[in-house]
């Protein structure tokens, strides 16, 4: 594998990030050479000014801004450690963080020092420099700031992952290990020089960074960056395809949801993209084959984990077999007897930060606990659901994911479902589904129809006790299923 030295320099004239134009600004195309550059100034900024050394640990609370580049990859540079931050959680998150991590600073973007104006350690924050202040840093050592050769412990990361309970945990992730998995990745992915992505996922998820600022560099592609998704952002997306000439989408399945409801409001052609890669969350069969014919692209989907890299992927040019895809063999895959999906991933993930005893918690003998269960099957890997999520009925285990799998075969205008278990007074779990139809759709005696249905297709002890209709289903930053919402609709 290039080191990322190499790779600034092949890559150099190559356009790698566009900012699209607003109404107070025009666009801002940077090629390698121009990330390379300031990324040097930066660390120049970060040691001389800050004291930032080899090991340190840095909190970016910028949001999806050219700042949080320059910044992640001057952090790599001095063999610092970036821990993104979400910048919609609160000043409580801040110090939670903080606590957790001991950062030796945290650089906050100027427009949001007022909203995380933590008292408790005002000595560790600074005011993010702008776009425009950084372009005028003129520090005479930055040319001795370059990419170096990393050991194989060196972090490039920590991420804190929000779970469904608990406190989010920092997962460490090494350099080496995980720009060796990126490479493999990519080519599966169908990465090349000519690859433009649309970049809508904040940074502090694993999706985002890696994508865009792991990936991207190992093929020469380029990503035009955008705030990370809002539903405002729907109405604008296509325009941003077609002015940037942009042919790939990184997306969870909650996106591609907002983008169907898009195209059945508008009846119109929309521009057309080669790949979208869609992770984090299940995908459902329906969804993905609707997305594909509107759109007519393909998909390619990954499983995997922040701690578990890409497991599998889904080769766009294959018929979809409701599978997540063949086995990528960036990790050792194996499924218990009780059917739960182990990895062996010690050589990119370094263990959650300060919490040996959850570290220790999440491996069997060297194995990575993924909490998922499934099968393989000549080389593909079939999900069954969350260990977690199994619903237990009269003694009988019954998967979430095989209820919805036929609620959405109900008909064609189920946007999503979500099966979810919950115990009664007597101890026993009742099942609950929550469906999403397109707008307009609901109809009198819907609910028997689909109860009906579901005796045609599924065993009487795994039909839904409760049937609920929402506008959309809850979900965490992660794009994952907010399970914990959905209970306390449940009366």
Not at 459 to 487: T, W
Request: proline residues 3%; aromatic residues 12%.
């Amino acid at each position: 594998m290039d080191s990322l030295y190499s790779l600034f320099k092949k890559f150099s004239e190559k356009t790698f990030i566009i900012i699209p134009a607003n109404k107070n600004n025009n666009n801002i195309i940077l090629t390698y050479k121009d990330i390379d550059n300031i990324s040097s100034q930066i660390s120049s900024y970060l040691t001389n000014q800050l004291n930032i050394n080899k090991g340190d640990r840095v909190v970016l609370c910028i949001g999806n801004k050219l700042e949080y580049i320059f910044f992640y990859y001057g952090l790599l540079k001095l063999r610092a450690v970036p821990i993104p931050f979400d910048i919609n959680l609160t000043k409580d998150d801040l110090f939670y963080i903080q606590q957790e991590s001991s950062p030796k600073k945290i650089i906050i973007r100027n427009d949001l020092i007022e909203k995380y104006d933590v008292v408790d350690f005002k000595d560790k924050i600074v005011e993010c420099p702008t776009y425009d202040q950084i372009l005028n840093f003129n520090f005479t050592d930055a040319n001795n700031f370059v990419f170096q050769d990393m050991d194989d412990e060196d972090l490039c990361i920590i991420l804190f992952t929000a779970g469904s309970t608990g406190k989010p945990k920092g997962v460490q992730l090494k350099f080496n290990g995980w720009f060796e998995g990126a490479e493999k990745y990519g080519k599966l992915a169908m990465y090349n020089e000519d690859t433009r992505l649309l970049q809508i996922m904040p940074f502090y998820h694993a999706d985002a960074w890696f994508s865009s600022l792991v990936v991207a560099p190992l093929f020469g592609s380029s990503t035009v960056l955008l705030e990370s998704f809002k539903i405002e952002l729907i109405s604008k997306f296509w325009n941003y395809v077609e002015n940037y000439n942009v042919n790939y989408l990184v997306v969870v399945p909650s996106i591609m949801t907002s983008l169907l409801l898009l195209a059945l409001r508008h009846n119109k052609p929309f521009p057309k993209v080669d790949y979208v890669k869609c992770s984090s969350a299940v995908l459902l069969p329906d969804v993905r084959k609707n997305f594909e014919d509107v759109f007519k692209t393909k998909i390619i989907e990954v499983y995997g984990s922040t701690e578990g890299h890409a497991i599998t992927i889904f080769p766009p040019n294959e018929q979809y077999n409701s599978s997540v895809g063949k086995l990528t063999g960036i990790s050792e895959v194996r499924i218990t007897t009780e059917g739960e999906i182990q990895i062996k991933n010690q050589k990119w993930f370094a263990g959650y930060l300060n919490r040996k005893d959850l570290t220790e918690q999440a491996f069997d003998n060297g194995w990575f606990r993924t909490g998922d269960v499934g099968e393989i099957r000549d080389g593909y890997l079939f999900l069954k659901g969350r260990k977690d999520d199994l619903i237990i009925k009269n003694g009988k285990n019954i998967s979430p994911k095989e209820v919805d799998d036929v609620l959405i075969k109900f008909s064609n205008d189920i946007l999503e479902s979500a099966t979810l278990g919950k115990f009664d007074k007597d101890g026993n779990q009742q099942i609950f589904s929550f469906i999403v139809f397109k707008e307009g759709y609901i109809k009198n005696n819907i609910k028997t129809e689909i109860i009906s249905f579901c005796r045609n297709h599924l065993a009487e002890y795994k039909i839904p006790d409760q049937i609920f209709f929402l506008e959309a289903i809850p979900k965490l930053a992660s794009g994952k299923v907010d399970r914990n919402k959905l209970k306390d609709l449940i009366i």
